[in-house]
């Protein structure tokens, strides 16, 4: 299976998450991924959190990636990587929101809505990332118990379920 890579500069003003989600929205669609569905929903909003946690908590300019054609856990359709890579070597935080607080969901939301997520160091700084796969469903009301799919449902209703609940 081939893999395409495509990435673009971040600057470090938070005017550039705007950009970044239009730039990936058009690259989605260029995978083979309609604006429409699920899928890119979803990883537009982890592109926003990712990108906007590197603009805003270390002030430098980033690079946004995209890896699509992966080989993924859920079989054939494969999996996109997303990757934000900064010049600071402080490794992420994941903080903990309370109540109305405007700030610190977003990497519960990555926790949440990413098959896998992580970092590791990347030259002087870091490399933020997160995998979705693109074979399993990732909003699907549970079918009836005897229903094959049933259990990877039920697994994604509680994904989605646990990031909601997080942002209460």
């Known amino acids: ?9 971040v600057g470090p003003d938070p005017a550039e998450v705007g950009r970044a989600r239009r730039w990936a929205r058009s690259r989605l669609v260029g995978s083979g991924i309609r604006d429409d569905e699920p899928l890119a929903e979803t990883l537009i909003l982890l592109i926003s959190e990712l990108v906007t946690n590197a603009v805003v908590h270390t ?23 997303v990757e934000v890579a900064d010049a600071s070597c402080r490794p992420p935080q994941q903080r903990h929101a309370a109540g109305e607080d405007t700030n610190g969901r977003g990497l519960e939301l990555v926790d949440g809505l990413a098959d896998r997520w992580g970092w590791q160091p990347e030259g002087a700084g870091k490399r933020i990332w997160c995998e979705v796969d693109r074979g399993a469903p990732l909003i699907q009301l549970p079918m009836h118990s005897g229903a094959q799919g049933a259990g990877d449902a039920d697994r994604d209703a509680r994904k989605v379920s646990r990031a909601v609940t997080k942002l209460a």
């Not at 299976?1 to 500069?9: S, T």
């Not at 980033?62 to 054609?69: I, P, S």
């Open 59 to 81: 002030g430098c300019p980033a690079v946004l990636r995209m890896l699509f054609g992966l080989t993924g856990t859920a079989g054939g359709s494969g999996t996109v990587r």
């Open 1 to 9: 299976m081939q893999v395409l890579q495509v990435q673009l500069e």
